[in-house]
Every structure is written in structure tokens, then in C-alpha cells.
């Protein structure tokens, strides 16, 4: 056999460099069109994967700063803020072209072999959730109680009978149970008009806060839905506020997609 007969070699297949990693931002079941906007570091683009039928969206971004510092980084609230946003952002650009199962922040893989084969192992559970979340979007609601108003000052109060009744009145407004039973009233029509929801049972910070939810909304009923929370939001006024936020990627709804994203849960993916 002569040199010109010698079998031709194919050539090796595109890995990260031993200190870049693919960083996943979401899995799509279409689109290959270019993002718009810059990875998660702020710099790497974002380029699509086909990954067992899917389009799997990632960048190449460093293995230190994303994988073997990562814990280090995270205690850095300036760091995590910015890389957050940009990771939102990136989700939210690729929603846009279509629907996306998110990814968790700080989900990392080696190589494209090794993205390939988690894609691959979970197909069927990729499968149902695009299932779940066809033709929805993500809807937060929370409810703030108002600050109580003021007692009635002296002189505008005709009376000790009178002001004693405005009192009573404004306390029992205020009852526990009433409130309570009025806040799952509420949550039971907005899961009507909902494909699925998630309650959130964190403790929170935020002043007045009193209940808060993550609702599958189909696009269908998105108006039948605001009309319930416009509704409780009249019969409140003087007592609550009624906070929604969205439209969102379905990031409360798709388990397991990038559920070991803490590095000591990344066995998988390097």
C-alpha cells in the first residue's frame, strides 16, 4: 500500500481545553440560531449543542472560576450577583427563540462526550418535562401586608364608643384566621387557572411579606388568572398587596436539570 493509500484519519472532535469547561444555560427542543447576548463570565458566546434530539445551549467559560473554585466564588456576593444576572439573562434570551427547559446555575460538563451522555441517560425525563411546560410560562406571586394605618387621632374621633368600634373593626380585618383562610381562597382559584404549582416555604426577609408562590400558567389562561389576583388585589387594598412577576422560564418546574450543580454533585459531568 503507497503513502496515497493510507487510510485517512478523522479529525479529533472540538473539546474544551483542559481549563475550559461547557457551561449549560438550558436544553431546547429546536433553534439553532445565534444568542444574542454574552456567556455567563460576560465574554464566551453561547453556541447550541445537538445533544440526542435536543439543542443544548453552552459556552466554553474557565474550570477554575466555574468548577474547582466555584464554592470560593460563591461566598463572593459581588461575583455571584453579576455572574447571576448574566446567567438569567442568557435563559431569558434563549426563552425567547423558544421554549427551554433552564438549566441551574453553575451546571458544568467536561466535555461535549460527557453532555452528550448525561442528555442521553435522561431523555425520558427530558421528554416529560418539555411535555409539562408546553405552552406555559413561570408566574411569581407574592402578598405583602400593608403597614397598619394609624389610630384615629383624638380630635377626628366624635367619641370613646366610636373610636373603640374603629378599632375593633381594623383588628379583626387583621385576624389570623380570617387572613389565612382568604390567602388559600386565593391560591386555590390561581391553581385552577394553572398547570402546576410550587410554594415556596423559605423564610424571607422582605418586610410584610405573608405568602409567596411559583405558578405553570398556559398562555391560554394568562388573562383569567390576572383577573383573579386584580380581583383580590381590590378586595385588599386596604390591607395587603398583591406582587406578580413574569413572565419567567419554567426555572421552578424542571427537576433534575442540573440538580447536582454543587461540586461535590458534579461526578457526572467531570
Known sequence: M???DKPTRKPPRSEPAPDRVLYLYGITRSGKSDVGTSGVDGASPIEPRECSGFICWVSRVSRRDFADELNHHMQNLDWLAGAGVRHQQAVAEIASKAEVLPARFATVFLSDDSL???VRSEKSMLEAAFER???CDEWGVKIYALPPTAAPAAESVRSGREYLQQKAASLESRGPHKADGEIEQFARELVRRSRDTARSTAQSSQP???WQASFLVPRKERDNFFRVTTRYAEHWRDRRRIECTGPWPPYSFV?????AASPAGRKDRL
Request: net charge positive; proline share 0%; hydrophobic share 25%.
Open 2 to 4: 503507497g503513502k496515497s
Open 116 to 118: 452528550r451522555r448525561h
Open 133 to 135: 411546560i408546553s405552552g
Open 208 to 210: 410584610g411579606l405573608e
Open 255 to 259: 427537576a433534575g436539570l442540573g440538580s
